[in-house]
């Protein structure tokens, strides 16, 4: 509790501040840090620290630049946050270029572009995320694993090696896929650590469920469609796998349950999850995986503003048609 005698505006009906929630982000993030560097060593830590260091640095550089900071203002977490958040959505073995592009695009782009923070209207880390993705298919493969993983070439963080196939995770068992013991992104693989960190959120206020709950039953409900699509069979089979391994539980926490760039009420915020859980399974099969998850949650980012807006406007016209007049 802050020691300040002023009182809050009088349209402010919470004292968590910015701060407050950038910094249970970081918190809630820490199993997935913490399971990221056990399963990828180094190199995941190398880049963790490069990507939150480099975001940070950007940041305060363009807000300088453009006068939106001064030396007095307070310490800015959301920095960390979102370059956290984008390198734990790398391959452990993406270079240090590639995720400094992914840094410069989400920082500069999508982030102080738009006023910095609390003021874009996308998702910094997913837009810049899915920038390399495009722009970089092949540099982006790096799925190291175990013994790969004892040792640290400079090298590879600088020269991008042989792009690696992607790994069959079907004789994987389900204890592997739910502890993330398989080759995959930093840290969106292990679904407890995830878990853990989405109830810390909700416990503190930094995330509504909404739209990751929405988001998740409606690829539950929808995935054999995508099945049809590919094999021309209605079919679950593989629904698993594709749940613990494809990063959706990780991008429905902390993307969908964003406070910044999603929905703030209820309707608005399921009819979001509802929208983005179908434009990822209809555009599975034909699109890669992360481009699949991380570009309907953009499409969504667009139009939080406008569902709100509308939600607003219907919940209104409910209260309105319930009134009688006894006059």
Same mark, same amino acid.
């Given at each position: 509790m802050s020691r300040d005698k002023r009182q809050l505006a009088p349209f402010i009906h919470t004292e968590k501040n910015a701060p407050y929630i950038y910094l249970t982000l970081l918190v809630s993030l820490i199993p997935c840090v913490v399971c990221g560097i056990y399963y990828y060593g180094v190199r995941a830590f190398l880049l963790i620290v490069f990507c939150m260091v480099s975001f940070a640095l950007s940041d305060n550089l363009i807000a300088r630049i453009t006068g939106r900071r001064t030396g007095d203002d307070y310490f800015d977490f959301s920095s960390l946050v979102e370059g956290l958040l984008l390198a734990l959505m790398l391959p452990p073995d993406t270079t240090l270029i590639i995720a400094l592009t992914a840094v410069i695009f989400a920082s500069v782009v999508t982030k102080q572009i738009f006023g910095g923070a609390g003021s874009n209207i996308l998702n910094p880390a997913c837009a810049g995320r899915l920038f390399i993705e495009l722009?970089?298919?092949?540099? =982006?493969?790096?799925?190291?694993?175990?013994?790969?993983?004892?040792?640290?070439?400079?090298?590879?963080?600088?020269?991008?090696?042989?792009?690696?196939?992607?790994?069959?995770?079907?004789?994987?068992?389900?204890?592997?896929?739910?502890?993330?013991?398989?080759?995959?992104?930093?840290?969106?693989s292990c679904i407890v650590c995830i878990i853990i960190g989405?109830?810390?959120?909700?416990?503190?206020?930094?995330?509504?469920?909404?739209?990751?709950?929405?988001?998740? !039953?409606?690829?539950?409900?929808?995935?054999?469609?995508?099945?049809? =699509?590919?094999?021309g069979a209605f079919s679950y089979d593989g629904l698993i796998i594709y749940i613990l391994s494809s990063g959706a539980v990780f991008v429905s926490v902390f993307l969908l349950g964003d406070l910044t760039t999603m929905p703030s009420r209820f309707t608005a915020g399921v009819f979001a999850g509802a929208?983005?859980? =179908?434009?990822?399974?209809?555009?599975?099969?034909?699109?890669?995986?992360?481009?699949?998850? !991380?570009?309907? =949650? !953009?499409?969504?980012?667009?139009?939080?503003?406008? !569902?709100?807006?509308?939600?607003?406007?219907?919940?209104?016209?409910?209260?309105?048609?319930r009134e009688v007049d006894v006059s």
């Open positions: 722009v970089f298919p092949s540099g =982006i493969k790096g799925f190291s694993y175990g013994q790969d993983n004892l040792w640290l070439s400079l090298n590879s963080l600088v020269i991008q090696g042989r792009p690696a196939a992607t790994p069959d995770l079907s004789g994987f068992s389900f204890s592997e896929l739910l502890s993330g013991n398989f080759p995959a992104m930093i840290g969106t989405g109830v810390f959120l909700t416990l503190k206020g930094s995330m509504r469920l909404y739209s990751p709950v929405s988001y998740i !039953l409606t690829l539950l409900m929808l995935y054999p469609v995508s099945v049809l =699509i590919e094999t929208v983005c859980g =179908i434009l990822t399974i209809v555009t599975k099969p034909f699109l890669s995986p992360m481009v699949s998850i !991380l570009s309907p =949650i !953009l499409a969504v980012n667009f139009l939080s503003f406008v !569902l709100d807006f509308f939600s607003k406007t219907l919940s209104r016209r409910k209260i309105r048609s």
